[in-house]
């Protein structure tokens, strides 16, 4: 399955950065939130998941996310999420960055994370930007509020946000100094992120592309192995550093 390219450039690699999105967690069972769900089916994410949603109707919003807590919380990391948290271990310099929202990467062990979108499970205030990283899954019958007396929100990117500059400015120096760079469950069409691996390329990186199926960027990187990345990338620690996961 693995090339002596892939196998010897991740030996000797010193920087290694990895993009994680929506593939990853969906082969934990995170759902997508765009399902027939009783209430929510009457609902699209973008009328509930933006700015001018929460300030007309928050109790509703707050009500939404308490949902999708509740569902996440119920899931698990996969072997993937587990062979990431392990690569980190024996490189000298690693870095994640995922366009998932779940937490599901720092649960398996994952230290160094740059979150592009947020977190679900995180609080933020709207106020003085006081995060809470201790967020109850349910509401209750009053809006969280900050000790600033704020309206707390989630930690998360709504629709028509801007990702957070100073974590995007670190992905992108990030990809910029990497040595090796794998995409892993992305579908590599949703701008900023999707062009990290492209710029980590132009910067010298060996590029690898782990998803189910081919992207835009497929042609463009130096490697494509195509599967699920909870199967391919405890194989791969494996492989190369000798790690069972």
Request: aromatic share 8%; hydrophobic share 40%.
């Amino acid at each position: 399955m693995f090339t002596p390219d892939l196998i010897s450039n991740m030996k000797r690699a010193a920087r290694i950065v990895v993009l994680t999105g929506a593939g990853v967690s969906a082969e934990s069972g995170v759902p997508t939130f765009r399902g027939e769900d009783g209430l929510w089916k009457k609902f699209r994410p973008e009328e509930l998941a933006s700015f001018d949603a929460f300030i007309s109707n928050p109790r509703l919003v707050w009500e939404w996310y308490s949902y999708r807590r509740r569902l996440i919380s119920e899931v698990k990391p996969n072997p993937g999420h587990y062979a990431l948290a392990r690569m980190e271990d024996v490189v000298e310099n690693f870095c994640l960055v995922t366009q998932n929202v779940d937490g599901l990467h720092r649960s398996a062990g994952s230290r160094r994370i740059l979150e592009l979108h947020g977190n679900i499970m995180r609080n933020r205030c709207m106020e003085c930007g006081r995060k809470d990283e201790s967020a109850d899954l349910d509401v209750g019958d009053r809006l969280p509020r900050c000790r600033c007396g704020g309206l707390m929100r989630p930690d998360v990117v709504w629709f028509g946000e801007m990702l957070p500059q100073e974590i995007l400015n670190s992905a992108f120096r990030e990809a910029e100094e990497a040595e090796v760079f794998l995409s892993i469950g992305t579908s590599a069409v949703v701008q900023p992120a999707a062009s990290l691996p492209l710029v980590a390329k132009r910067n010298g990186a060996y590029v690898v592309e782990i998803n189910m199926e081919s992207t835009p960027i497929t042609s463009q990187v130096d490697e494509t192995i195509l599967g699920k990345s909870g199967e391919i990338l405890p194989r791969l620690v494996g492989e190369v550093w000798g790690i069972e996961i």
